[in-house]
Nanobody
């Protein structure tokens, strides 16, 4: 079994900052890509930021220069530092990890349950 757990969401004023954390645990042999997605009410889930094992990153255009994704391979963790938050950043944020399981030896996408981020004054 593999568990993906996010933390760090909450209510913040426009212009504020939050840092999301995600840890992957359980039968983890290795993790390839890791990412943060978000989904606002009535909208499709979208990729916010992606990071590969060697550190290559990609960002949604609207969050470039404001958000930073990072990972700690030793801790099977990924982080999203969000600055200069805007109301349109409000959404449920989901952690994604491409995990190879020790039990099956196969790689599968794994999702967390999500953490709510609300940007409002």
């Amino acid at each position: 079994q593999v568990q993906v757990v996010e933390s760090g969401g909450g209510l913040v004023q426009p212009g504020g900052s939050l840092k999301l954390s995600c840890i992957v645990s359980g039968s983890v042999k290795s993790i390839y890509g890791m990412a943060w997605y978000r989904q606002a009410p009535g909208k499709e889930r979208e990729s916010v930021a992606t990071i590969m094992p060697e550190g290559d990153t990609m960002y949604l255009d609207s969050v470039k220069e404001r958000f930073t994704i990072s990972r700690d391979n030793a801790k099977n963790s990924v982080y999203l530092e969000m600055n200069s938050l805007k109301s349109e950043d409000s959404a449920t944020y989901y952690c994604y990890a491409d995990v190879t399981s020790t039990s099956t030896g196969r790689r599968y996408p794994r999702w967390g349950q999500g953490t709510q981020v609300t940007v409002s004054s």
